[in-house]
């Protein structure tokens, strides 16, 4: 089951037709809104989905970047911009940290 929904959206996302496109990145979406799912077994299944469609569609996967990548930060890095503070914090530290060296 999995295998033939994994390789009806490789295909639906390398048909010429920009309304089957679009249908299989609205699926896609709500794919990667299981991410977030309280259930583990699904949140597994949304996973090996997600990288047997990358496996199975490679040149799909520019695609799929805008979609897949802030779900990514967010599942790995906790809420939107979180990464991108944390960075900041840090430059501020090494910052502070350059200013008190002795000249």
Do not use: W
């Amino acid at each position: 089951m999995l295998l033939q929904a994994v390789t009806r959206l490789a295909e639906a996302l390398k048909d010429t037709s920009i309304t089957k496109r679009h249908a299989a990145l609205q699926q896609i979406k709500a794919l990667l809104r299981r991410f977030d799912d309280p259930s583990e077994a699904c949140r597994s299944l949304a996973v090996n989905t997600l990288l047997g469609l990358v496996q199975a569609c490679p040149q799909c996967v520019l695609m799929l970047l805008p979609y897949a990548i802030p779900v990514l930060e967010e599942r790995l890095c906790g809420p939107p911009g979180a990464a991108a503070a944390a960075l900041q914090e840090a430059a501020a530290g090494g910052q502070q940290e350059v200013a008190a060296l002795p000249k």
